[in-house]
Nanobody
């Protein structure tokens, strides 16, 4: 499966962005989808994930209540709605796909989109 992330940009603290990840290739609906991020000097972390059936979601503690992951299997797209952004959310955000579970086995990756939050 090929993944193309978009929607990043520069936003002021407290603002919102919606990231999109369009998938092509193998059947998108068979995959759990996740959004990861990597800030300079930090390890990549899983921010949010959603199961193929949409009945399971995961959020990192740092984004709970602010970020929402969703997917539209008819459009082969997964979204990350980010509200209440702060400077600690500044990072390159990657979407990824897993046939294993929402928490592991991510072996298909998009190219990343930069999110910068100014204070």
């Amino acid at each position: 499966v090929q993944l193309q992330a978009s929607g990043g940009g520069l936003v002021q603290a407290g603002g919102s962005l919606r990231l999109s990840c369009a998938a092509s290739g193998r059947t998108f609906s068979y995959y759990a989808m996740g959004w990861f991020r990597q800030a300079p000097g930090k390890e990549r972390e899983l921010v949010a994930a959603i199961s193929w059936s949409v009945d399971t979601t995961y959020y990192a503690d740092s984004v709970k209540g602010r970020f929402t992951i969703s997917r539209d299997n008819a459009k082969n797209t997964v979204y990350l709605q980010m509200n209440g952004l702060n400077s600690e959310d500044t990072a390159v955000y990657y979407c990824a796909a897993s046939r294993t579970s929402t928490l592991r086995g991510y072996n298909y990756w998009g190219q990343g989109t930069q999110v910068t939050v100014s204070s």
